[in-house]
């Protein structure tokens, strides 16, 4: 079965620094999708993305995020200037199509700030 | 009002027993529903699609009433490996479109 794929599976990284998470959405999906898990809570939407450019995003995702799809397979998320509390679980996910259709997830990525 | 609301349980039940999970919506305009499973520090997998007529998967069920705004989730015959947290997906059109997790609720199935 198709996956959404992630990596690094844990980043560690000094406060301040950037860092770029990267993953490869299933093939034939259209939409994409970024959502942060920080320890004990709740998943939070951050940023969704479709044809190119960003379709929705929430009151997280500021100036220090960015998101990009820099050929035809990966789609990276981008934290300029990381601070302590960006420490989280990143998901990547995508869908077939958008308008609310099942989102399938990546295994995530670990991000530790220090 | 939280925008998507769950009973953070936890729910502890035998194996075999029917188990219950409410959820409530805040935004009336919410457009499609979903449970997901999340397995501790783990990704979240989709469960089921909640449809308005409500649908039956195996030993789920789920159920949404837009009346009253609220989702549900039954489980019967519960199985060791049941036990996750159970996370209420509500998706707003709201220009593009915004998904919504509750916080979810935890269920122990116990030998």
């Known amino acids: 079965e198709p996956e959404v794929t992630q990596t690094p599976s844990h980043q560690v990284t000094q406060m301040g620094q950037e860092v770029i998470l990267r993953c490869v959405p299933i093939?034939?999906?259209?939409?994409f999708y970024w959502y942060r898990q920080i320890l004990g809570q709740k998943v939070e939407f951050l940023v969704s993305f479709y044809n190119n450019e960003i379709s929705e995003k929430s009151e997280i995702f500021d100036d220090q995020f960015s998101v990009e799809r820099p050929d035809g397979s990966n789609f990276t998320l981008k934290i300029r200037s990381t601070k302590l509390e960006d420490s989280a679980m990143y998901f990547c996910?995508?869908?077939?199509?958008?308008?609310?259709?099942?989102?399938?997830f990546g295994d995530g990525t670990r991000l530790s700030i220090l | 009002r939280k925008e998507v609301e769950q009973d953070p349980g936890p729910f502890n039940v035998p194996e075999g027993a029917t188990v219950a999970f409410n959820c409530t919506y805040s935004?009336?305009?919410?457009?499609?529903f979903f449970w997901y499973r999340q397995d501790c520090r783990k990704e979240p997998k989709l469960l089921m699609s909640?449809?308005?007529s409500g649908n039956e998967d195996g030993r789920f069920t789920a159920q949404l009433n837009r009346a009253s705004q609220y989702i549900s989730l039954l489980i019967r015959d519960s199985k060791l490996s049941d036990s996750a947290t159970y996370l209420c997906?509500?998706?707003?059109?709201?220009?593009?479109?915004?998904?919504?997790f509750g916080a979810g609720t935890r269920l122990f199935v116990k030998a």
């Open positions: 997906v509500v998706t707003e059109n709201t220009g593009g479109f915004k998904t919504i």
């Open positions: 996910a995508s869908s077939p199509q958008g308008r609310g259709q099942p989102q399938h």
């Open positions: 093939s034939n999906h259209l939409y």
């Open positions: 909640v449809y308005s």
């Open positions: 935004n009336s305009a919410s457009q499609s």
